[in-house]
């Protein structure tokens, strides 16, 4: 399979505790986005990274959030001390701009439950 | 005002009608606009995109663009039930790297 890989599929913890997603991308896209949707709403904006450098997180994200691409490759997004608020499917996107124009492709999404 | 509005819906046509789909965005410096598809507890899958003023067709599915109205909206020709889904219209915000979604209309597509 070639496409956007996400792991887990699904996460439950309990509030308080910490967890860490991963997202590998389509191996030639350098760049790589972050969304959180939860029901009923559109994805909504968490990060962006282009090759290893972020170059911008949404205000909305508290400092509880962190990502990294450390090699350009994978990313993995922390979510520290989980709140029930937190509950909803994460989603990784990558792209590769051609004359300006680009196509982002969407991983199947961690759905993330906090108890 | 919402960066981008969509009609939640839902919005039910008979197969094999035309269904379509409107947005509205708020940012005039938008310059890139997307529909995407997302089937229930699946994640978005791109249809359409759209960069400048006027149509763009492919296959059954027609995007049709009006920067100077804020307007993009998706025509659906000889709907089949297996488009009943989700559309979501999603729009780059000027001077950054933001794709901004819309909640998404719900298209039922009635047999």
């Not at chain 1, 559109?42 to 990502?67: H, I, M, V, W």
């Not at chain 2, 789909?21 to 995109?49: A, H, V």
């Not at chain 2, 059954?60 to 009943?84: E, G, H, W």
Request: proline letters at 4%; hydrophobic letters at 30%.
């Amino acid at each position: 399979d070639t496409g956007v890989s996400q792991n887990p599929r699904h996460k439950i913890t309990k509030r308080g505790q910490n967890v860490t997603f991963r997202c590998d991308p389509i191996s030639e896209h350098n760049r790589l986005y972050w969304y959180r949707q939860t029901l009923g709403q559109g994805p909504e904006f968490l990060t962006y990274f282009q090759n290893e450098a972020q170059l911008e997180k949404s205000r909305l994200l508290s400092d509880r959030f962190s990502a990294e691409r450390p090699k350009g490759s994978f990313s993995t997004l922390e979510i520290q001390r989980t709140e029930q608020g937190d509950s909803a499917m994460y989603l990784c996107a990558s792209s590769f701009p051609v004359a300006g124009q680009e196509t982002q492709y969407f991983g199947p999404g961690t759905r993330l439950l906090v108890l | 005002q919402k960066e981008v509005e969509q009609n939640s819906g839902p919005l039910s046509v008979p197969e094999g009608a035309i269904a379509s789909l409107n947005c509205t965005y708020s940012d005039r410096g938008s310059q890139s606009f997307f529909w995407y598809r997302q089937y229930s507890g699946k994640s978005p899958e791109l249809i359409m995109s759209i960069y400048s003023n006027g149509d763009k067709e492919d296959g059954r599915f027609t995007a049709q663009l009006n920067k100077a109205s804020q307007y993009v909206s998706l025509l659906i020709r000889d709907s089949q039930p297996s488009d009943s889904a989700t559309y979501l219209c999603a729009v780059t915000l000027s001077g950054t790297y933001k794709y901004i979604f819309g909640t998404g209309t719900r298209l039922k597509v009635l047999a």
